[in-house]
Structures are given as C-alpha cells and as structure tokens.
C-alpha cells in the first residue's frame, strides 16, 4: 500500500478515536443499557472477585480483557471497545490487502459509521471484541497461518456464545486446503477454560453446564424470520447496505460462474460471504424460533460488520467498474462516504440522551442516598448499584433479586429495602408487583412513575416501587380526591341529537376535538401517588381501527403538554352503533408542577362517525 494511503487510513482513524472519545465522555447514558452495566461490573470487581473472569455470562476473554480499563471507570471501560473497534478495521484492511481487492477507505466508512458499530464501539458490549477476533482469525488462515487462525477463533465462544456456529466453516476451509491438523485446535479454548475452571466449578463440562442460555423457550418471546432483514438499515445504514446486497449478488455470480472450491477466491467467498450469511441466518432462526435466549436485539448483528464490510466493497468495486472517468469515480467515493459518515447521527441523539428508565432510577439513587437510615437493598435493575457506586457482590449492602417470589419479605430481614423496577422486576427477577403488594412485611414507602406512562417488556406500565420490611406493615388505603363527569347538554350546540330520551354529542359533520375535563391539578392534594382513570362511553357508527380516534389525557403547564397518554375507542362491524367504555387508567407522581391542568377529551383524528354519552375522571390518592 502506498505511503499516502497509509497516512490516510491513520488520518481517518484518529478522527474516529477522537469522535468516540468526544462522545463517550460527553454521553449521559449507555448503549445497551443494564448489559453495558453488568459486563462493566463483572470485569471491575474481577480482581476483587476472582471468579467472576470464570463468569459465563460476562464471557471470560471480554471480562479478561476489560478489566484493566474497567479499574479506572465505565467511561475507560467503552474506551477499550474504541480501541478494539479500530485494530478490527485495521484487520479487515490486511484481509482486503490479501485478496487482491481494489481498496479505498469505504470499508472504514462502513465499519466504523455503522450505526449498530458506530454505538457499540462507544459501550461495555462484547460485539466489537468479537468482530475482532472474528477478522483476527481469518486474516491468519488467508495468510497461510493455519494453527494459529483455528487457535484464535477457539476463543471466540468465550467473548459471544454464538461464535460456534462459525466453527463449521472453519473446520470446511481447513479441509479444502488440506490442513487437517489444525482442526483440533479448535478445541483448544473450550479445553483451557475447562481447565482452569474446573478449581472453582469442580466441573470438567462447566463450560457448558454454565451456559446461560437456554436452547428452551425464551422469556423474551419470539418474532418474525425476517427481522433482522427489516431492521437491516438501523443496522448497517442505507449506503452500506445497498453495496452489501450488491457485492453478494456479483460475488455469488462470480463464484458459481467459475466454481473452483480449492482456489484462494473462493476460501475468500466461502469464510467472508458464507461466515457472514451463516451468522445472520442463525440469529434469525433463534429469534423466530424463540429460544437461545434471543431477544431480537439487532445489535447482535454488528459482530460480522467488516465482514459484510468486504462484501460492501466488493459491490461498490462492481459498480465503479462501470465509471469510466476518474473524477466520477472520485466524487461518487466522496459522495459515499459522507453519506455512511451521517448516518448514525440522523438515526440517533448522539451523544447519548439518559433514557426515561435512567431517569427514574437515577432519581430514586437520589431519594435512596437521602434516607438517614443505611439498608440493605434488593434490586433488579443493574443501573442502581451503579448510580449508587455500590460493590453489587457485596450480599451485605446489596443484592440482586430474592429467593422466595411469592412473599419476597421471606428472602429479607427487618429493615431492609427492596426497590422494584417494572422492567427488571417482573421478567428477569420473576417478582410482581401485586406479590410485594400482598406481602404482609413489605411496607411501600415511595414510588417514582414517569409524567407520560410507557410500557417495558411484557406489556408493563413502567414505574419504580420502593418497599421496607417492617414488623407491622399500615395497609395503604386510596383516598377519593376528585370525581368530575361530563354530560352533555344544550350548550353543545348544533351537534347534540336526542337518541332513546338520551342527549348525546354526534362527533359527525367534521368535529375533531370534543368538549372536554379540565381539571387544574392545584386542587389534587395526595402525598405520593395519584390513580387517574378516565373513561369515556361511546356508540360507534362506523367500523373504528388503532389510531383513528382516541381518548386523550394529557397534563398540561402553560397550554404544553408535559404527560400525554392515550387510548384507542375501537369497533368492528359485530359492535357498531351498541354502546362501549373504554378505560385509560394512568398512576402518577403527586409532585405536580404549579399550573399543571388535567385535561381529558376525545380526538376524532379521522373524522370518524361516533356518538359520545358522556366521560368521566376520577382521581384517588395513595
């Protein structure tokens, strides 16, 4: 490669290390949200706890790795997925290099601006550490150092558990090129940790006993086969992926055109393209399938990146062939680029917003360091030991979960402090809200409910619920505060109709917005939680799906809305023109702002046809 082209690639790298050092420091939260926690935990307290560079979850080489970064901060933590991210493009130019490939610097471009790259390169996530040894490894075998290639990726279900399905095509290309005696060392990082694990486990198979994924059914459900296929553009950005789709067609066409399975292009062909669509077909099938422990998280995707980053650059090689002027080919290289280069920043509020959950949790942190009183927590939500800079392996300050799901209160001793999360709570930690509700010895003590509700995963309102174990618990009782009804008279005008004696407001003849509650919320004197619920009785006249009319209930300061929630008024073609209720029931923070006004109305969006009786909202406090 030339001198300039090297000082290029170096002059383009280091702007990525600076951008990522910008935002890394800059950002008020983490990509991948309570897993960036647990990994940065795991491999800051290894030293202090040896074990945990065992742990399976935290995956031994990632923690092994990190953990020297991880001693002086999260913040040089995800710096170690920076530097990481960038020896892996480094890599991925050898592998260029070796197969003949015309290079530019598009594949930088389609690597680093990436948008699943781009944010995981900024995290405590293990993708970019195997996107490394991934390209580490192929780089050894297409540079006739086979032992060392099938060495190196052994390794690499220790930094992502996925990374065997990987080992077939390996274990093919070893075959083709008749070195069969490295094909054993394959074994070679399963028996190492094996080995030095077996002291802690006393487990010779602890590497597989100590799974955590379970190839069962998952608690997280399952999705469509083509997912991963629909989320594509969040993954690798429009530019990239319309060369990537361009470079599998001609490489594909390339291949079977002259198909010679012992020639260097087509081992190319085979680990580059089959390793790439091998790992993308699994995660696909795990995820429609439901098992594996899948979640669907397209980030998964981002470790076979520069992978499909080759095959990017093949397609646009394909395509620049056909541009005979110089120029042309300058400026459409120019165009690419900077196109690729935006496209993290148009998907994303970089650096990093703190997320509605973050928020919460990073308020009852808050609350928790104000008691004059220090407990013993239980938790779920791995971002509150980190907000509270707790040792989360320390069982006598903290400790994640409890044993006894039914009646938590059996797991914990008198005074201590158990804080529910709606997320982590109810899937990971098994627990309900309703269990620590009935528990006879858990006292609720204070919540923290976001001003506009949203639902986490299993369709849960979020909230954060703060509980003591006491020896008397004082059962909570609602306190009627308000109770207003609308009923709808003359002052309607034009659009009230008389229908069976009864007076009803017609939402025909073009109405939007329909008179509605106003409630200043000066009047509401609860001292920690409200329990909203609206409810509006309705005849439609014509079919209704989502979205087309709703109930609205928003909270308003200076005519803006601060908490706007809403709730779709459905029909179908069995229940037109009978009467239907529909409920939005809603839980906040009785810590108003001043000026806050309630406001609860029906939206026809659509200018459906419908009849309104009357709507009511009534108000209790807790």
Not at 239 to 265: A, H, Q, R, Y
Request: glycine fraction near 6%; charged fraction near 15%; hydrophobic fraction near 50%.
């Amino acid at each position: 490669m030339k001198i300039n082209a090297n000082k290029s690639i170096l002059l383009v790298l280091s702007g990525i290390f600076i951008l990522q050092l910008v935002l890394i420091f800059n950002s008020m939260d983490y990509y991948g949200g309570a897993d960036n926690i647990t990994h940065f935990r795991t491999a800051r307290y290894a030293f202090k706890y040896p074990w945990l560079f065992l742990d399976a979850w935290g995956k031994p080489v990632y923690t092994a790795l990190v953990s020297p970064f991880a001693l002086f901060g999260i913040q040089f933590a995800r710096l170690f997925n920076v530097v990481v991210g960038l020896a892996t493009i480094v890599f991925t130019i050898k592998i260029i290099r070796l197969s003949n490939e015309k290079f530019n610097l598009l594949p930088i471009a389609f690597i680093a601006f990436s948008p699943m790259y781009f944010l995981l390169m900024q995290s405590c996530l293990t993708e970019i550490l195997f996107s490394l040894v991934l390209v580490l490894s192929f780089w050894l075998f297409f540079s006739e150092k086979y032992y060392w290639a099938a060495l190196v990726l052994s390794f690499i279900p220790f930094v992502r558990t996925e990374g065997i399905v990987i080992f077939p095509l390996l274990v093919v290309a070893l075959i083709l090129t008749k070195k069969y005696w490295a094909i054993p060392f394959l074994l070679f990082g399963s028996l190492f940790y094996s080995l030095i694990g077996y002291p802690h486990y006393h487990d010779w198979l602890w590497i597989i006993h100590q799974m955590p994924y379970s190839m069962g059914d998952s608690l997280y459900g399952s999705g469509s086969l083509f997912h991963f296929i629909v989320e594509s553009p969040k993954i690798f950005g429009e530019p990239f992926l319309l060369f990537l789709i361009i470079g599998l067609l001609v490489w594909t066409f390339k291949i079977l055109k002259s198909f010679k399975p012992t020639e260097k292009s087509f081992l190319f062909y085979f680990l580059i393209a089959g390793s790439f669509v091998t790992f993308f077909a699994a995660h696909s099938y795990v995820w429609w399938k439901g098992t594996g422990g899948s979640l669907g998280l397209i980030r998964v995707i981002a470790g076979v990146v520069p992978l499909a980053a080759i095959i990017g650059l093949i397609g646009f090689n394909a395509v620049l062939s056909r541009i005979k002027n110089t120029t042309f080919q300058v400026v459409l290289i120019v165009v690419v680029f900077a196109a690729q280069l935006v496209v993290p920043f148009a998907q994303h509020h970089l650096p990093l917003p703190l997320e509605r959950p973050q928020a919460l949790m990073l308020e009852t942190s808050k609350y928790l360091k104000s008691l004059d009183k220090p407990s013993k927590i239980y938790y779920f939500d791995p971002y509150l030991v980190q907000y509270l800079n707790l040792d989360p392996y320390d069982i006598s300050l903290s400790n994640w979960g409890v044993a006894d799901k039914t009646q938590p209160s059996n797991t914990m001793n008198f005074g201590d402090l158990m804080v529910w999360d709606a997320h982590f709570g109810p899937n990971e930690g098994g627990v309900m809200l309703e269990n620590l509700k009935n528990d006879p010895y858990l006292q609720h003590i204070k919540s923290f409910l976001p001003t506009e509700s949203f639902q986490v995963l299993g369709g849960y309102d979020y909230g954060i619920y703060i509980f003591r174990k006491v020896q008397q618990k004082v059962f909570e009782e609602k306190k009627p505060l308000l109770v207003r009804e609308l009923q709808y008279s003359e002052s309607t005008g034009g659009n009230l109709i008389v229908k069976d004696g009864k007076k009803l407001l017609n939402m025909e003849a073009g109405m939007e917005y329909s008179p509605g509650i106003q409630v200043p919320l000066s009047q509401i004197q609860a001292q920690d939680l409200v329990e909203i619920s609206a409810t509006v009785r309705y005849s439609p006249q014509e079919k209704l799906v989502n979205n087309e009319v709703l109930l609205v209930l928003s909270i308003d300061v200076d005519h803006k809305p601060i908490s706007y929630n809403t709730k779709n008024l459905n029909s179908n073609s069995a229940n037109l023109q009978e009467w239907n209720e529909t409920t939005l029931p809603l839980r906040l923070n009785a810590n108003f702002p001043q000026g806050a006004v309630l406001n609860l109305y029906v939206w026809n969006k659509d200018k459906k046809k419908l009849l309104l009786e009357n709507m009511k909202v009534t108000i209790n406090g807790l």
